[in-house]
């Protein structure tokens, strides 16, 4: 078991964020499909994808937050050993992405670049493409899913203003936050909603969408796309 440990301040850094492969606790939405076990087996191999495209970014810090507090050694068997470990602390998954990402910022780690372990079609090339938006001023970027939310954001500074839950649920969110100047994947600016911060406040940018796993049709799409890249579905 590998703890996070000192770091290079000043270093960009993924944070991926991690659940034990158990059967009966992860992707449950596919379980009709593939059943606790073989959903299991794909989230084990979800997580190994992830760490490896991450590790495969240059010049980065990459950790891992598990979950639950017991997971650690499962998850330090599925990553190269140059992840650094991290628990996933708090009761929602809006706390345990606040909190992780506050204690990867808070080792001067910057920018963070923040993902989850549901994109198949994940590339170094798009964690590039999210750090290079950062190093040009934005304050956040976010890469949507083909099937709702967003596989990714990446912040430079702590953003406590954000409910980090309803980011990765909410399609429009980004848009919103930027107060209509983010683009969603279709391109159409939308108008700001009130209760947020005003235009300029919060510069966003969307990078290129990817597939998710959790519903059967970004399931598929995810394996097409790995085979027109040359690549196995996990």
Do not use: W
């Amino acid at each position: 078991m590998r703890p996070a440990g000192s770091v290079i301040p000043d270093r960009p850094a993924v944070l991926i964020m991690a659940k034990a492969p158990r059967p009966g606790t992860v992707r449950t939405r596919l379980h009709p499909m593939l059943g606790p076990d073989g959903c299991a087996a794909l989230a084990e191999q979800l997580i190994r994808h992830t760490a490896s495209v991450a590790a495969g970014v240059g010049g980065v810090t990459v950790f891992a937050a598990a979950d639950p507090p017991d997971a650690l050694g499962e998850v330090s068997g599925l990553v190269p050993g140059s992840v650094r470990l991290l628990l996933q602390q708090g009761t929602n998954l809006g706390e345990r992405l606040a909190t992780a990402t506050s204690e990867v910022l808070g080792r001067g780690q910057r920018p963070v670049v923040v993902v989850g372990t549901d994109a198949p079609t994940l590339t170094a090339e798009r964690l590039t493409a999210a750090f290079r938006e950062l190093a040009r001023g934005r304050d956040l970027v976010f890469g949507p899913a083909c099937d709702g939310g967003y596989y990714l954001a990446g912040l430079n500074e702590p953003a406590p203003e954000l409910d980090a839950e309803a980011l990765l649920a909410d399609p429009l969110l980004p848009a919103v936050i930027a107060g209509g100047a983010a683009a969603p994947p279709g391109g159409e600016e939308r108008a700001p909603l009130a209760g947020v911060p005003p235009a300029g406040a919060i510069a966003a940018r969307d990078i290129p969408a990817a597939a998710g796993v959790d519903r059967g049709a970004g399931a598929e799409r995810g394996r097409r796309d790995r085979a027109r890249a040359g690549g196995a579905a996990p």
